[in-house]
């Protein structure tokens, strides 16, 4: 069993910043990657920023030199600081991992349940 949990959401102003976390637990052999998607309501949810293993990341255009993503592999974390927040950044933002357990093989990819982000004019 693997579980994702985000913390960090909330409300916040235009220009204003927040920093989202999300820990993975459970029986992980090993975690390929992980990121952050968000959905907006009425839009299809959509890739923010991943971060791989080894430190590479990708970033959505919309939030380039903005938003950062960060790793803790020891703590099986990833980090999203979210600067010059807009309201278009209005969303639920979700942690993704693509991981390995230890009770089956194969890459399988695995959410959290959810943060809210609401950015005000």
């Known amino acids: 069993q693997v579980q994702l949990v985000e913390s960090g959401g909330g409300l916040m102003q235009a220009g204003g910043s927040l920093r989202l976390s999300c820990a993975a637990s459970?029986?992980?052999?090993?975690?390929?990657?992980m990121g952050w998607y968000r959905q907006a309501p009425g839009k299809q949810r959509e890739l923010v920023a991943t971060v791989t293993s080894v430190g590479s990341t990708n970033y959505a255009d919309s939030v380039k030199g903005r938003f950062t993503i960060s790793r803790d592999n020891a703590k099986n974390a990833v980090y999203l600081q979210m600067n010059s927040l807009k309201p278009e950044d209005t969303a639920v933002y979700y942690c993704h991992g693509a991981l390995r357990t230890t009770t089956s093989s194969g890459l399988y990819v695995y959410w959290g349940q959810g943060t809210q982000v609401t950015v005000s004019s």
């Open positions: 459970g029986s992980i052999f090993g975690i390929a990657a």
